[in-house]
């Protein structure tokens, strides 16, 4: 399909202001629960991990609508139903709940003696009162999407060893002292019933976190009761699942010694894993495609001595030197050809700095995308003309999140239209990010992981677009044409009123110009070597840009 070019002044950068670069704080996510909710709610461990993938202006409530010690039963009667009812209706822009319930069911009235059935009937009670709060809230807010959160395998056997008296030790006893593999079957039955639940539920959805805590801390020595279970090192369990021998290491718990809960850190852990998966996914949900960086020599960067990188991504100020900006590279050509790009955002990860982050020193606003339609230079390979070359919109994005330690991304958003018809729907769109800050006594970078790192980690192109009646750009009325496109021979540039055309090569280079007062032009076959051009046509009334493919 041909497609029109409109460009205010050809290879002129398109400057684009922020004007719409403000993203206040919104309340996007609702917290509902037990201990487990209100610990995360108090340690911001939800604001957190919204940060760390790229969306520190998202945020959760949970006043009033997460306690200790409660149990499913609780929020299905008054007035915990009605403090979730009114946090609903009181937040408009929440659209995301998470209920932290059912595991206080499970440790008040479970025992190890229980037989099949019996613990099927205990899952069956907790089930329908989940059931019940869900519907009201979506009842209350419809399409509101709901994550059960689940849990993460205790540790009673260790922690009542040592403190024979402490806070769990009666409940310990009254379980009947289950033996890890009892107290971790029982917790896998929850999850697993969580789990239908939400196949059978719309809008409900579920991230097993089981065996986390022993994939991230590891066990740094054998264990302290029977069996005596030797220590295992971090990552070497399976993620979920863990290994149900084994409960969650002391270290991941609360003071080290809490039988159920999580410390800080661990919960941390906790809610990144869920916002990996569920939370960042939804806050992405606009978007109708995703495109990952390209690897190896299209992405990379020029640095403060003139160097090019190849497969680096960084960005930031290198004191009276110079500064470090990248590029990368995505090809976008899946983007359907009858479509209006409507918006656009980048993601890219933290994986080291040198100096000081950047973000903190200059702010975001100093950071600086420009798009090119195609490639900088001559080719997608990264090369030093790259750097300097003329893009299609300057400064057209913008920059949230602090980047506050490695892992953590910077949402880089593209709002502005004119600058979202350069995402190319027929190749390679290309992206250079620099740090627009002068600094002759600081060397401040932010160093990216590229596009061969684990997917989580990789840049990624979010694009959103609407679906438009598509004009071929030789046909429409009063237009000029070019034709026939691609070229394999003669190439005619027709129109009323024609008095300059001018010929671009890609990488912006004027190629030819020729003044003509007539209504057709041809160029006769040779006079335009193999390539893409860009062709400018002035009329009376217009100038329209057109892309030419020469064969």
């Given at each position: 399909m041909?497609?029109i070019?409109?460009?205010?002044?050809?290879?002129?950068q398109?400057?684009l202001?922020?004007?719409?670069c403000n993203y206040?704080?919104?309340?996007?996510?609702?917290?509902v629960?037990?201990?487990?909710?209100?610990?995360?709610?108090v340690?911001?461990?939800?604001?957190?991990?919204?940060d760390?993938?790229?969306?520190?202006?998202?945020?959760?409530e949970?006043?009033g609508?997460?306690?200790?010690g409660a149990?499913?039963?609780d929020f299905i009667?008054?007035?915990?139903?009605?403090?979730?009812?009114?946090?609903?209706n009181?937040?408009?822009d929440?659209?995301?709940?998470?209920?932290?319930?059912?595991?206080?069911d499970?440790?008040?009235?479970?025992h190890k003696s229980?037989?099949?059935?019996?613990?099927?009937?205990?899952?069956?009670?907790?089930?329908a009162?989940?059931?019940?709060?869900?519907?009201?809230?979506q009842?209350?807010?419809?399409?509101?999407?709901?994550?059960?959160?689940?849990?993460?395998?205790?540790?009673?056997?260790?922690?009542?060893?040592?403190?024979?008296?402490?806070?769990?030790?009666?409940?310990?006893?009254?379980?009947?002292?289950?033996?890890f593999?009892?107290?971790?079957g029982?917790?896998?039955?929850l999850?697993?019933?969580?789990?239908?639940m939400?196949?059978?539920?719309?809008g409900?959805?579920i991230v097993s976190?089981?065996?986390?805590?022993?994939?991230?801390?590891?066990q740094?020595?054998?264990?302290?009761v029977?069996p005596?279970?030797?220590?295992?090192?971090?990552?070497?369990?399976p993620?979920?699942?863990?290994?149900?021998?084994?409960p969650?290491p002391?270290?991941a718990?609360?003071?080290?010694m809490?039988?159920?809960?999580?410390?800080?850190d661990?919960?941390?852990y906790f809610?990144?894993?869920?916002?990996?998966?569920f939370?960042?996914?939804q806050?992405?949900?606009?978007?109708?495609t995703?495109?990952?960086g390209?690897?190896?020599?299209?992405?990379?960067t020029?640095?403060?001595?003139g160097?090019i990188?190849q497969?680096?991504?960084?960005a930031?100020?290198?004191?009276?030197?110079?500064?470090?900006?990248c590029?990368?590279?995505?090809?976008t050509?899946a983007?359907?050809d009858?479509?209006?790009?409507?918006g656009?955002?980048?993601?890219?990860t933290?994986?080291s700095?040198?100096?000081?982050?950047?973000v903190n020193?200059?702010?975001?606003?100093a950071?600086?995308?420009?798009?090119k339609?195609g490639?900088?230079?001559l080719?997608d390979t990264?090369?030093s003309i790259?750097?300097?070359?003329?893009?299609?919109?300057?400064?057209?994005?913008?920059?949230?999140?602090?980047?506050?330690?490695?892992?953590?991304?910077?949402?880089?958003?593209?709002?502005?239209?004119?600058?979202l018809?350069y995402?190319?729907?027929?190749?390679?769109?290309?992206?250079r990010l620099?740090v627009?800050?002068?600094?002759?006594v600081?060397?401040?970078?932010?160093?990216?992981f590229?596009?061969?790192?684990?997917?989580v980690n990789?840049p990624?192109?979010?694009v959103k677009?609407?679906?438009?009646?598509?004009?071929?750009?030789?046909?429409?009325?009063n237009?000029?044409e070019?034709?026939?496109?691609?070229?394999?021979?003669?190439i005619?540039v027709?129109?009323?009123?024609i008095?300059?055309?001018?010929?671009y090569?890609v990488?912006g280079?004027?190629?030819?110009h020729?003044?003509?007062?007539?209504?057709k032009?041809?160029?006769?076959?040779g006079?335009?070597?193999?390539?893409i051009?860009?062709?400018?046509i002035?009329?009376g009334?217009?100038?329209?840009?057109?892309?030419?493919?020469?064969?």
């Open positions: 041909k497609k070019f409109l460009i205010p002044f050809l290879f002129a398109l400057v202001t922020s004007q719409n206040p704080l919104t309340k996007r996510v609702l917290l629960g037990d201990s487990w909710g209100n610990f995360m709610w340690y911001r461990s939800y604001k957190e991990a919204f760390k993938f790229g969306y520190p202006d998202f945020i959760e949970g006043t609508t997460v306690e200790n149990e499913a039963e009667v008054q007035p915990k139903l009605g403090l979730v009812i009114n946090a609903l009181n937040n408009p929440i659209d995301l709940v998470l209920i932290s319930l059912g595991g206080n499970v440790l008040g009235d479970w229980f037989t099949p059935t019996q613990n099927d009937s205990l899952l069956d009670i907790i089930e009162r989940l059931s019940v709060l869900i519907d009201t809230i009842q209350t807010k419809p399409g509101v999407q709901i994550l059960i959160s689940g849990y993460d395998y205790p540790n009673f056997g260790e922690t009542c060893f040592l403190v024979p008296t402490g806070a769990y030790a009666d409940l310990f006893s009254d379980m009947g002292s289950p033996t593999p009892e107290i971790n029982v917790l896998n039955l999850i697993q019933r969580f789990e239908q939400s196949l059978n539920t719309p409900l959805h976190n089981l065996g986390l805590m022993q994939y991230v801390f590891g740094s020595a054998a264990l302290i029977p005596y279970l030797p220590a295992y090192a971090p990552g070497t369990v993620l979920p699942g863990g290994d149900v021998n084994y969650s002391r270290a718990m609360l003071l080290n809490d039988a159920f809960h999580l410390n800080q661990a919960y941390r809610a990144a894993r869920q916002t990996e998966l939370f960042w996914p806050f992405r949900r606009d978007k109708d995703s495109f990952y390209m690897q190896g020599n299209s992405e990379g020029l640095d403060y001595s160097n990188i497969g680096q991504l960084s930031g100020n290198n004191n009276d030197v110079g500064s470090s900006s590029i990368l590279t995505f090809n050509e983007i359907p009858n479509v209006t790009v409507t656009a955002r980048l993601f890219l933290r994986s700095i040198s100096g000081q982050n950047p020193v200059y702010g975001t606003t950071f600086e995308l420009d798009i339609n490639f900088f230079g080719s990264i090369e790259d750097f300097s070359s003329v893009a299609d919109a300057v400064n057209a994005a913008c920059a949230i999140g602090t980047t506050a330690d490695n892992g953590y991304k910077i949402r880089i958003e593209i709002p502005d239209t004119l600058a018809q995402i190319n729907k027929t190749g390679l769109t290309q992206f620099r627009n800050a002068y600094d002759a600081a060397n401040n970078v932010i160093n990216f590229n596009s061969s790192a684990e997917e990789k990624v192109l979010d677009y609407s679906i438009s009646t598509a004009v071929d750009d030789n046909t429409k009325a237009e000029p070019v034709y026939p496109n691609p070229s394999h021979g003669d005619t027709a129109a009323q009123g008095w300059l055309t001018e010929i090569a990488d280079r004027l190629i030819k020729i003044y003509n007062r007539s209504e032009i041809t160029l006769p076959s006079i335009l070597s193999a390539g051009y860009i062709f400018k002035y009329t009334t217009t100038c329209v840009v057109k892309k030419v493919v020469i064969n």
